[in-house]
């Protein structure tokens, strides 16, 4: 097997670029926050616009490139490792970035809307969009022939699950494209295959990446399963699809959508506290830096059951608290747990992870001022300007802990 050092200089300048990205998304974070207090500079940028922007770059530019590098080397430590896997599975992760940070001007000045190019107008965003998904379809092509050479079949059976989850999103995605084009008036059904692409993204791709990050660096016994870990990637991977409905409004629901959404989340968090209390009982994460993470899959799971499982109000119908739930989960525990595995193999002090982990935390805590559990005697508009302060705060830590990458590769060089 090779060493960390040597798997540390394959990160090289893709897991910059990726990082880069996510500094580029979250100052856009910051902008769309400043517009929501009327603080927008006068671009001629609409909110809606920079949104699109900011999630599409946190999507195809951080929670897709940065898993298919740590794929990819998982492989790549076994020297018998299928060389023309790896170099597709290289290219796609390159494409994935190209094509993502070249739709980000795209969204952000013209959102979704076709732009003048040559003598037609075409929607670039969209048509990057899916030239990005394609390299996503590439990039399983490698891995599929690169397969066999990853010895460790308990993270074999997570990545064939994330996988998975990743080309069942991309499905959704196309058929917005196809509604589009067919029937653009069907508003209700354009919104539900985007939330379905959302959906399977993020609760299947984005959680079953993470539990596959856990599994590699905090090995769990068989035995610390209760029943099986095959029973928790299949709870995840059915479940996920199925909460589509989450994101649209509680008012256009149907009763059977609503009850849909409801045994979804709940089958998949059943999944995802099993993973967790596995992991947990392994008690190697106890003294070290995925405690983090780890404890935001908890309270990300938790959240779910709880909004599966009252019957009093669909919690999520609140839209501050939907907001906070999916940054508990992409900004909280996702982000962190990519640091943490980037961190095991950078030689840069923990203060620096530590600043990610408050600034991050310092976000999460400000997403609760706008939300129905906030009191409402407690209420007013400095909220809305300490939670676009907060915004801030992610892209300075990672921006720091960036320049700090940098610094220690050039030593390592001289």
Same mark, same amino acid.
């Given at each position: 097997?090779?060493?960390?050092?040597?798997?540390?200089?394959?990160?090289?300048?893709?897991?910059?670029?990726?990082?880069?990205?996510?500094?580029?998304?979250?100052?856009?974070?910051?902008?769309?926050?400043?517009?929501?207090?009327?603080?927008?500079?006068?671009?001629?940028?609409?909110?809606?616009?920079?949104?699109?922007?900011?999630?599409? #770059?946190?999507?195809?530019?951080?929670?897709?490139?940065?898993?298919?590098? +740590?794929?990819?080397?998982?492989? =790549?430590?076994?020297?018998?490792?299928?060389?023309?896997?790896?170099?597709?599975?290289?290219?796609?992760?390159?494409?994935?970035?190209?094509?993502?940070?070249?739709? *980000?001007?795209?969204?952000? +000045?013209?959102?979704?809307?076709?732009?003048?190019?040559?003598?037609?107008?075409?929607?670039?965003?969209? +048509?990057?969009?899916?030239?990005?998904?394609?390299?996503?379809?590439?990039?399983?092509?490698? $891995?599929?022939?690169?397969?066999?050479?990853?010895?460790?079949?308990?993270?074999?059976?997570?990545?064939?699950?994330?996988?998975?989850?990743?080309?069942?999103?991309?499905?959704?995605?196309?058929?917005?494209?196809?509604?589009?084009?067919?029937?653009?008036?069907?508003?209700?059904?354009?919104?539900?295959?985007?939330?379905?692409?959302?959906?399977?993204?993020?609760?299947?791709?984005?959680?079953?990446?993470?539990? &596959?990050?856990?599994?590699?660096?905090?090995?769990?016994?068989?035995?610390?399963?209760?029943?099986?870990?095959?029973?928790?990637?299949?709870?995840?991977?059915?479940?996920?699809? =199925?909460?589509?409905? $989450?994101?649209?409004?509680?008012?256009?629901?149907?009763?059977?959508?609503?009850?849909?959404?409801? #045994?979804?989340?709940?089958?998949?968090?059943?999944?995802?506290?099993?993973?967790?209390?596995?992991?947990?009982?392994?008690?190697?994460?106890?003294?070290?830096?995925?405690?983090?993470?780890?404890?935001?899959?908890?309270?990300?799971?938790?959240?779910?059951?709880?909004?599966?499982?009252?019957? &009093?109000?669909? =919690? *999520?119908?609140?839209?501050?608290?939907?907001?906070?739930?999916?940054?508990?989960?992409?900004?909280?525990?996702?982000?962190?747990?990519?640091?943490?595995?980037?961190?095991?193999?950078?030689?840069?002090?923990?203060? *620096? *992870?530590?600043?990610?982990?408050?600034?991050?935390?310092?976000?999460?805590?400000? #997403? =609760?001022?706008?939300? &129905?559990?906030?009191?409402?005697?407690?209420?007013?508009?400095?909220?809305?300007?300490?939670?676009?302060?907060?915004?801030?705060?992610?892209?300075?830590?990672?921006?720091?802990?960036?320049?700090?990458?940098?610094?220690?590769?050039?030593?390592?060089?001289?």
């Amino acid at each position: 097997m090779q060493t960390d050092s040597y798997n540390s200089k394959r990160k090289g300048g893709l897991w910059q670029l990726a990082l880069a990205s996510f500094v580029l998304a979250a100052l856009t974070g910051f902008l769309y926050r400043l517009g929501m207090i009327g603080w927008l500079p006068d671009w001629g940028l609409s909110v809606g616009n920079i949104r699109h922007a900011h999630s599409h #770059l946190m999507f195809f530019g951080w929670a897709v490139p940065l898993p298919f590098l +740590i794929m990819r080397n998982s492989i =790549l430590q076994w020297r018998e490792s299928s060389q023309r896997g790896a170099r597709w599975m290289k290219s796609a992760v390159g494409g994935t970035l190209l094509f993502g940070l070249a739709s *980000f001007p795209f969204f952000l +000045i013209y959102g979704y809307r076709p732009v003048a190019f040559v003598s037609t107008s075409l929607p670039l965003s969209v +048509i990057l969009s899916g030239f990005v998904m394609i390299c996503w379809y590439v990039f399983t092509w490698g $891995y599929w022939q690169a397969r066999p050479a990853l010895r460790n079949k308990t993270s074999q059976s997570w990545f064939d699950g994330a996988l998975t989850m990743l080309l069942i999103s991309s499905l959704g995605a196309w058929g917005v494209a196809v509604v589009q084009a067919v029937d653009p008036a069907n508003h209700l059904l354009m919104k539900g295959l985007t939330h379905f692409f959302l959906a399977t993204f993020t609760e299947g791709w984005v959680v079953l990446v993470l539990l &596959s990050l856990f599994v590699l660096k905090l090995p769990v016994e068989p035995d610390n399963w209760p029943v099986s870990q095959n029973f928790s990637l299949g709870c995840i991977a059915i479940g996920a699809p =199925l909460t589509f409905p $989450y994101g649209i409004s509680e008012t256009l629901l149907s009763p059977s959508l609503l009850l849909t959404a409801r #045994l979804g989340g709940a089958v998949a968090a059943i999944g995802l506290l099993q993973a967790f209390y596995a992991i947990g009982s392994s008690g190697r994460w106890n003294n070290s830096i995925w405690i983090w993470p780890l404890a935001l899959v908890g309270l990300k799971a938790l959240m779910q059951l709880t909004a599966s499982v009252i019957p &009093s109000s669909f =919690l *999520f119908s609140d839209h501050g608290l939907r907001i906070f739930y999916l940054h508990v989960l992409l900004l909280g525990a996702f982000t962190l747990a990519i640091m943490a595995w980037w961190h095991e193999s950078a030689n840069i002090p923990d203060w *620096f *992870f530590n600043g990610i982990v408050l600034s991050i935390v310092i976000v999460l805590g400000s #997403l =609760l001022l706008p939300t &129905s559990l906030w009191p409402a005697m407690w209420t007013g508009p400095w909220i809305f300007y300490l939670v676009a302060a907060a915004a801030l705060l992610p892209a300075l830590a990672l921006g720091a802990y960036w320049f700090m990458m940098i610094q220690s590769q050039n030593n390592i060089q001289q």
